[in-house]
DNA sequence: AAGTATCGAATTTTT
DNA sequence: TTCGATACTT
């Protein structure tokens, strides 16, 4: 499959000539004329290299769509010939959309858009034997990944207690991310871990290989790989993408541009959109430096700046820029606005963390109501941005409490999660036998007696035949080595298997989705089996492992909501063809947007927020060592702080009309109280742009300047109020302001909520676990939980213990 | 082999 | 404080 006549049909471009067919004949360029000079030019200009710096919300997605379209439209290319970039399936997703919608019909044709490891995974696929892999190797996330290098680690007689594991999976990520095999690791580094890193990674790396699998860094390491040591491979791929394209480019890491240099090489039509101010991904191997250098990788590379802001205030941009401005290495970009002036950005400080939780949870109240001389803001209008994720716990404790309807985005992903991960791992060993790591994954669970004892003679009887631990569990059976009722259970196991793997092959498959890879198996006819869809046969495993049994007995606060999850896994199965083609797709495409019913607070992490934009932001915790953080600092110094000052900068100019950033003097961390000095880039703010609020409460609101000065003394009161004292009195004032002024909430609420529990009743909250009603105050509840001690809660989060599945 | 206790650690996480 | 992993107990 290396002829390219081949991979034009292959492709799909060439049954459906229609796009390219409709281009040509539209020959008006109307969409040039919705362009701004800048955007214009970034257009226009089509050969050669070009970086173009677009800044926060000045429409990089509207001009890099545009330019694809411009492409086709002025035949500069096909479609199967443009390749373009991204790094989120959700960025790719939206690309395509935006550039069907302007060609008046769905960009089907564009099989080269999608984000690296997307493309690199079809590039290996075909290429597989020249990294010693078969076409149909699987993806490994990181739970496999970890548990390999665990069992390596092991077997090196590491005390991983000193040497954890996963510390060297993120040394071995780095020297993927930067594009080094284990032979090219550099002296210098190969220190790492105990000294034994480079040979660990050496034996990783062959592992995979029996295995048949690949990490993530592998997509592209493979495929940088191949191109390296096959010119004739990558010329073809070198004249085959006539233009390039690729979006955040400020975030590629050494091996992605190290990729899109190889790609380039010939045709030199490369086009990278970035903005080195927004670069917060370093810890993750992404380097600014491949963005500044740009100039100088791709000689004579015109720069097009996008300076132009459609999305924030003036005053919001003045604070962002004069933050940014404290970064020593930028390629320079001031952004400007013909927008209305609007509000300052507002500055608070607060007592404790306690409280900026409520005043930030009464201030989306008044924002939501309009109150505060603005127009009213719909909760899904407003986020709050955090440095890090424990961070968001004191807001979700404050909205429960309060019943504000909220949602955090970005934690852990639907496919993500334990019961999720588990059920795949049953499906992966039904189409995939071999698939070692999810028989590990799975031989236990649902407990079947079979523990390390068990587990260790069944990779031993798989080792030493050469076969799958799937096998080697039968062979283990047959001669009588596994004992008890262990035994029982596995064989039931090891036919269950089989059996649902006989399944698999019924008559379903009707191939005529553009996208069909031969993966070289052969879809037999089975007979005798019964005809059930992939989605029955999920389903059917599921229940006849146990799996569903298992959470069903269990009795945690969250296991219905993990039946939930695997119900809604079934469903998932509906838009697939086939098992097979459901477990390629998830092992890339990660993210699941659970659409959710009725406005809502977004809270997320400031990383999560990038690329996202909010009428209304909240940026709390702005204090020295939580936002900079100190660890970042410490581990990274100046290059940390700058990367700390550009995640300020993200936040900021998340803010379309109103952006309110705070900071609390006390903070309890990890069970104890710390008081902290107000955030360096509390500092950096330009003090005509800002309106430095003080807060309601009678305490804590000494201080209001934003100077220097003014923080040292809110310093100096912390350290004298902080006794044990004084803060058992302010929790006892806190609470009493609680209850007292607030009574003004959602009616919708109200109605339906109050005389709905009695005092005693046992009811069952979706985080706090089952407990019992001990007190009652119109729609608050007060609620003594088994697990989580005694909370007040809002009606509408309650349910009577009766209605949850055991 | 499974349940319980104890100890230790706790940024950010596009694929 | 809470989670998780490990070690120890039954």
Not at 616 to 643: C, I, N, T, Y
């Amino acid at each position: 499959m290396s002829s390219f006549d081949e991979m034009d049909a292959f492709e799909g471009a060439a049954q459906q000539p229609s796009l390219s067919a409709r281009a040509m004949a539209a020959r008006p360029m109307p969409y040039l004329d919705d362009l701004n000079p800048a955007q214009r030019e970034a257009v226009e200009m089509l050969d050669g290299p070009v970086l173009m710096l677009a800044g926060a919300g000045t429409g990089k997605t509207k001009a890099l769509t545009t330019r694809i379209v411009h492409l086709l439209n002025t035949h500069k290319a096909r479609p199967n010939e443009i390749l373009a970039v991204t790094f989120t399936n959700k960025a790719a997703r939206e690309m395509k959309n935006r550039v069907g919608r302007m060609l008046g019909q769905p960009a089907e044709g564009m099989p080269w858009l999608g984000t690296f490891h997307s493309i690199c995974v079809k590039l290996l696929r075909r290429h597989a034997e020249l990294a010693g892999l078969k076409s149909n190797f699987t993806i490994l996330d990181t739970d496999d990944q970890l548990r390999l290098i665990k069992q390596l680690v092991q077997a090196a007689g590491i005390d991983d207690k000193r040497w954890p594991a996963r510390l060297l999976l993120n040394v071995i990520d780095g020297w993927k991310n930067r594009a080094l095999t284990p032979g090219k690791v550099p002296a210098a580094d190969a220190g790492a871990y105990n000294n034994k890193g480079v040979e660990l990674y050496a034996q990783y790396q062959t592992r995979l290989k029996e295995l048949n699998a690949v990490d993530f860094g592998d997509l592209l390491l493979h495929v940088v790989t191949i191109f390296q040591a096959h010119p004739d491979v990558l010329e073809q791929y070198q004249r085959w993408f006539r233009y390039i394209m690729v979006d955040e480019y400020q975030d590629t890491n050494v091996a992605q541009y190290l990729w899109l240099r190889l790609l380039a090489g010939v045709h030199k039509n490369i086009c990278c959109v970035g903005d080195d101010d927004q670069s917060i991904y370093g810890w993750r191997g992404a380097e600014v430096g491949n963005i500044l250098r740009f100039e100088k990788d791709f000689p004579g590379a015109h720069v097009v700046r996008l300076e132009q802001n459609y999305r924030s205030t003036p005053h919001i941009l003045a604070a962002a820029s004069n933050v940014i401005r404290g970064n020593a290495d930028r390629l320079g970009k001031e952004l400007w606005t013909n927008a209305e002036e609007g509000e300052k950005v507002r500055l608070i400080g607060h007592w404790d963390g306690e409280e900026e939780a409520r005043w930030i949870g009464e201030e989306i109240d008044a924002v939501q109501g309009g109150t505060r001389g603005m127009r009213p803001f719909s909760l899904d209008d407003i986020a709050i941005l955090v440095r890090a994720s424990h961070q968001m716990r004191a807001f979700e404790d404050r909205f429960l409490t309060i019943g504000l309807p909220y949602k955090v985005i970005g934690g852990p992903r639907f496919y993500e999660r334990l019961e999720i991960r588990d059920a795949m791992a049953y499906f992966r060993l039904v189409t995939s036998p071999e698939d070692d790591l999810a028989f590990e994954r799975i031989v236990n669970t649902p407990k079947r007696g079979l523990g390390d004892k068990a587990q260790q003679t069944i990779q031993i009887a798989a080792r030493s035949s050469g076969v799958s631990l799937v096998e080697g569990a039968r062979i283990a059976l047959d001669q009588g080595l596994i004992k008890g009722k262990g035994a029982g259970a596995l064989r039931k196991l090891v036919e269950d298997l089989a059996r649902w793997r006989a399944m698999t092959r019924g008559p379903v498959v009707e191939a005529n989705d553009d996208e069909v890879i031969d993966d070289g198996g052969e879809p037999q006819l089975a007979f005798g089996q019964p005809e059930v869809s992939h989605i029955e046969l999920a389903q059917i495993i599921l229940d006849e492992s146990g799996y569903t049994t298992m959470w069903q007995n269990t009795k945690t606060p969250e296991a219905p909501g993990r039946l939930e999850n695997l119900k809604e896994l079934v469903n998932q199965l509906d838009n697939f063809e086939n098992l097979q083609g459901f477990l390629e797709h998830v092992s890339l495409v990660m993210d699941n947007e659970q659409e959710s019913d009725g406005a809502k607070v977004s809270i997320m992490t400031l990383h999560a927020a990038k690329g996202l934009e909010f009428p209304a932001v909240f940026l709390p915790g702005w204090e020295d060592g939580l936002f900079p953080s100190q660890r970042s600092m410490d581990e990274s110094g100046l290059k940390g702080l700058e990367e700390e000052r550009r995640l300020a900068y993200v936040g900021i100019t998340r803010a379309e009309e109103l952006c309110t950033i705070s900071f609390a003097a006390n903070r309890r961390v990890f069970g104890q109280w710390q008081n902290s000095m107000p955030s360096r880039f509390v500092d950096e703010l330009p003090e005509n742009h800002v309106d430095v609020l003080t807060p309601s409460g009678l305490y804590g609101g000494g201080a209001g300047g934003v100077s220097s000065q003014g923080i040292e003394t809110r310093a100096a009161e912390a350290n004298v109020y902080n006794s044990p004292g004084w803060k058992r009195l302010q929790a006892r004032q806190g609470q009493r302001g609680l209850s007292q002024p607030k009574e003004s909430r959602n009616t919708v609420i109200d109605l339906n909520a109050v005389s709905s529990f009695t005092l005693g009743e046992r009811v069952f909250h979706q985080k706090f676990g089952y407990g019992a009603v001990i007190g009652i105050e119109g729609d608050k509840l007060e609620i003594e939980f088994e697990k989580a001690g005694t909370k007040k809660v809002v009606a509408k989060f309650l349910s009577a213990s009766d209605d949850v599945p055991f």
